[in-house]
């Protein structure tokens, strides 16, 4: 089983099965909920490329799109040691038990809402690219005890090396949300709040939660960095907020699965 499931795995690089062939391969070592690969851009932004789950429900793809439009990768620790920019050659293997989470909403948007009690993070730079997947549990599996994290370890070099060489296959397709889809999905956000904002005042916004700097707003719009500072005091005035994380709260009880 461990051969066929190895075989199917190397078969799917670069086909559109792979993330259910890589939690096939996982499931023939260790158990296994669901899989979702990421992959930072040059900001070191994640984006989610795959993602499979063994029932019917496909509760990774959800989870990792709320993962990505909601910018939990904030509160996220992963993102912080990508940030660090490690340049050990070895995959670097962590764990993450939901209850852990200090952010609330973070952790009742995803773990909460699908009944995953813990994650088990392979991390590695691949080919100039830093890659992030991810291996869930959910209540019924239980946690990841030393014996499947030891077999997890053993996997993970092959594990990730497919995994990169997939991304390197399908680039055009493995960011599935590029920089104007997640503005998009803002503008679209800021639009349901209905609080008057100008469409200048919801581009500013919309950028901003993107994670774009005052001078890149600046530069994209073409206009000068005070009437960027101007329009996003006017819109935060209007919504009644006076930060950007206050912004994010009111957007996020607006995302849809």
């Known amino acids: 089983m461990k051969d066929d499931a190895l075989i199917d795995l190397v078969a799917s690089v670069g086909e559109v099965a792979f993330a259910t062939q890589a939690l096939a391969f996982v499931n023939s070592h260790l158990v296994a909920d669901h899989l979702s690969l990421l992959v930072f851009d040059a900001n070191l932004v994640p984006h989610l490329a795959d993602a499979a789950s063994r029932g019917p429900a496909k509760i990774a793809l959800q ?118 889809a997640m503005l998009a999905a803002f503008h679209s956000m800021l639009d349901s709040l209905d609080a008057g904002l100008t469409e200048r005042e919801r581009q500013v916004c919309a950028h901003a939660l993107a994670g774009v700097t005052i001078a890149g707003i600046a530069s994209t719009l073409g206009v000068k960095e005070s009437t960027v500072a101007t329009l996003r005091r006017r819109a935060y005035s209007k919504l009644g907020i006076s930060s950007l994380n206050s912004l994010f709260a009111l957007c996020i009880t607006h995302l849809k699965s």
């Open 63 to 180: 989870a990792g799109r709320l993962y990505e439009r909601g910018m939990f990768y904030r509160f996220d620790p992963n993102s912080e040691r990508v940030r660090e920019g490690s340049e050990e050659e070895d995959v670097m293997l962590f764990t993450l038990v939901a209850t852990d989470i200090r952010d609330s909403r973070y952790r009742s948007s995803i773990y909460g809402r699908f009944g995953i009690v813990e994650r088990a993070s392979l991390i590695r730079r691949v080919l100039g690219r830093w890659l992030l997947l991810n291996l869930y549990r959910d209540k019924p599996s239980g946690r990841f005890d030393s014996t499947a994290l030891a077999k997890l370890t053993d996997i993970a070099p092959l594990l990730i090396a497919c995994a990169g060489k997939h991304l390197s296959l399908t680039s055009k397709l493995s960011v599935r949300r590029d920089r104007t």
